[in-house]
């Protein structure tokens, strides 16, 4: 096994029944070299004793010293209903090469970045980054990110929406559009309504966001992604700077 990383839990957040935070430690290594995007290969023994992996994106900054995560339990899934099993102090397996091509397009400064759920995790490694990298002087000029983030019920959106609406008010790189496509299901939200893709136009025009000067990501649910890359399509963006990131 040795081939493989050791995960410690050190945290675990449960924000409703199936969706939650992950934080884990690399046990004696340090943790793999990655970029804000990419996402790590977890695994856990199966009934037969073999490894059942499963990709996930990496919601923490490689500066950060932990790995976390954002999972949604898939209730007849393999992997998900063990993940959810597992208390601090347990472990799981992690392969050691972190990889994925869903990170930052620098060739524009604006970037409109949408997400369902646990889609949102690239977004906030990019997020704590880049706002790492301007608090210490590694960077001058931000890049500007709107990130539209859906959900049923606001409370899906767990601890990340109250991170990036504190962080959308400190600065001016980052506009952050909770929405929530269940409102009746969730009567005292008074945020955005309707699924990413029946807003993201509107928040795209509104901030500036157009085709010329800005990369759009889509990532989470394939659904969403199809109609995401279909409103980018006619408000002019080209194939080459959409970006998408299926979960399944
Ligand atoms: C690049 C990449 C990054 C990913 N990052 C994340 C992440 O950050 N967080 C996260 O929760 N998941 C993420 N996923 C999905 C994850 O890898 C697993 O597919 C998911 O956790 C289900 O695993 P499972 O073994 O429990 O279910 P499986 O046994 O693999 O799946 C059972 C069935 O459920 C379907 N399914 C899988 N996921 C979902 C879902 N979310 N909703 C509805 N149906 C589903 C599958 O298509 C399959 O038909 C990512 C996937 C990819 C490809």
Redesign the pocket.
Known sequence: MSEFLQGELIERIDFSEDLGMFKFRIVGAQIPKFIPGQ?ATLGLEGEDGKI?W????IVSSPYEPFLE??????P??????RIWKLKVGDKIWIRPRIV?K?NLDTRAKKHLMVATV??A?PYISAARTQRYDLENGKISEPHKFLIIHGASRSWELGIYRTELEELSKKVDWLVYIPTVSRPWEDTKWEGEVGRAEDIVRKYADQYGFTADETIGYVCG?PDMINNVKGVLKRARFPDDRIKE????
């Open positions: 996402y059942i499963r990709p996930y994106s995560f954002y999972i949604e339990l898939v007849h899934g393999k992997l998900t209903p994925g869903f646990t889609g995790a649910n990131e299926k979960y399944y």
